[in-house]
């Protein structure tokens, strides 16, 4: 580590104001941080744990390693069919340090030495708020000028299962740093960590069961998407358990059991816990700047702002748990310190992506919060593997669906799954953004064959004939027609 990040903590080296106070180093926080100290601002920045946060060390990008080192072992298996005769053998070792690679051997070095290189100073400890613009870390007391900034994150949702303190089980940052593989793994959640890791670990010789209370897997998105995923789990030996919750852990014979509702059980070498994700605000010290502590998440306006010289971002704030959202936030605050004009935060247009393979895009609305909401949903689906570029690279799985207010003619949700399917999902999230109505998507010219041309197909941007070679029972066009000619 450098001489500069050395000495964050020497209090010969800081002083106790500053313009703003970042609550909270995480991917937001951090870039806050770096916007406000180019914008020449004095900012001290307040992490309990790795500068940068769950993202580049845990989340994001270690598992994105990994599912990549997984997919190309995958692939290399398809090439029987596809080009070669080849065998293909497992190397975990490979992986896992492409993984370490990723995170810098779970080393915030480099983060420390780019906070300090813009002229930031940071504190390691657990922060809290003591009154306004002053929080308190380490038993030393800081005020900023400007205002404060909570982006404390959230942690690991720990499920209250009955013996599962009693056992030695992984959380999602012990099964990014895994060395080695054990024989067998039972996953408690079926959302996108447990469907994600699950399906690395398998694709690498593990055994892989999957337990999930929802009746089924990835239960927010389309249930065409969940489908798609519990085929595919299905043809590469995964045991996924859906509609069942655990009702206890216990150990037998050196493995992990659980037993769930319905009198099975679920038996493995290790136990992996993926049940999402928890805001807790009990201890920011809200009380002291009159804000009430006992909620789920810290209330913002449209401006991020808490209250008077206080702001949230990020994961604390309850809109969605992903980094893009928080660096959604910390664009609209910097904006607001700094004076400059922006756009006021929405929320109609988040995408998200899981990156199994096949790959999950969303955006916007599913079909069942459009009908919820009270929305005349128009509706199409498209089959991928019934697209042209879809036959021609032998996909197996994968679905373009899209929803559309009849009323408006206004594109409100699409779903994307298949290869790449969060990147095809870039057009669609700009038409939810913006509010496009479906016919302006009509009058595009879709490069053939793309995946993203399947949109295309979708909607009828294309003659029907070549549209429905593949696919001669497709229906999804006449609600999609009718809603673009409500334009």
């Keep these: 580590m450098s001489e500069s990040a050395r000495t964050f903590d020497d209090k010969s080296q ?4 500053a313009d703003v106070i970042v609550l909270g180093v995480g991917t937001g926080g951090e870039d806050l941080s770096l916007r406000l100290l180019d914008a020449g601002l004095d900012v001290i920045g307040i992490q309990d744990g790795l500068v940068g946060g769950e993202c580049p060390f845990w989340a994001c990008l270690p598992t994105k390693t990994m599912i990549r080192s997984a997919n190309a072992l995958q692939e290399a298996r398809r090439s029987d069919e596809l080009a070669a005769d080849t065998h293909a053998t497992p190397a975990w070792g490979k ?41 308190r870390v380490n038993g030393e007391t800081y005020s900023a000028r400007r205002g404060v900034v909570i ?18 089980f992984w959380t999602t940052h012990d099964a990014v740093q895994a060395a080695e593989l054990p024989g067998s793994l039972v996953v408690i959640g079926g959302g996108a960590s447990g469907c994600e890791l699950g399906q690395v670990f398998a694709r690498y010789g593990v055994d892989v069961t999957i337990v999930e209370a929802r009746d089924r897997l990835l239960h927010r998105e389309e249930p065409e998407a969940s489908e798609a995923i519990e085929q595919a789990f299905e043809a590469e030996g995964i045991d996924v358990r859906s509609g069942v919750r655990a009702e206890r852990v216990d150990t037998r014979n ?59 971002m990020g994961d604390v704030t309850g809109h969605a748990f992903y980094s893009h959202v928080a660096l959604y936030h910390s664009a609209i605050i910097a904006a607001e310190i700094l004076g400059e004009e922006h756009p006021p935060a929405e929320y109609h247009a988040v995408p998200r992506g899981t990156f ?56 409100v949700g699409a779903t994307t799954v298949g290869p790449r399917g969060a990147e095809m999902l870039g057009m669609l999230n700009l038409a939810v953004h913006a509010r496009l ?51």
């Design 14 to 17: 800081r002083t106790a104001d």
């Design 95 to 135: 992986a896992a340090q492409r993984t370490r690679a990723t995170t810098g051997g779970w080393d915030d070095g480099g983060a420390l030495e780019r906070y300090a290189s813009h002229g930031g100073r940071l504190v390691k400890g657990r922060g809290t708020l003591v009154g306004p613009r002053t929080v």
């Design 151 to 168: 982006g404390t994150g959230s942690k690991a949702t720990m499920p209250p299962i009955p013996g599962l303190d009693g056992v030695d």
């Design 254 to 312: 050196g493995s992990i059991v659980v037993t769930t509702d319905d009198g099975r059980e679920a038996v493995g070498e290790r136990l992996l816990v993926a049940a999402g994700r928890t805001v807790d605000i009990s201890d920011l010290g809200l009380e002291s700047v009159g804000i009430d502590a006992d909620g789920t998440h810290v209330e913002t306006d449209e401006n991020m702002q808490v209250s008077d010289g206080l702001w949230a």
């Design 356 to 411: 199994t393979d096949p790959e999950v895009g969303s955006v916007g609305m599913t079909e069942a919060q459009a009908r919820d909401a009270g929305i005349d949903a128009a509706v199409a689906v498209k089959q991928l593997p019934a697209t042209f570029k879809g036959f021609v690279d032998a996909t197996e799985r994968g679905i373009v669906k899209l929803i559309a207010d009849r009323s408006t003619g206004a594109l």
């Design 437 to 487: 109505p479906i016919s302006k998507l009509q009058s595009m010219i879709y490069p053939f064959p793309t995946y993203y041309g399947a949109t295309g197909a979708a909607i009828g941007a294309w003659g029907r004939g070549l549209m429905l070679a593949l696919d001669p029972d497709y229906d999804g066009l006449e609600a999609i027609d009718a809603a673009a000619g409500a334009a």
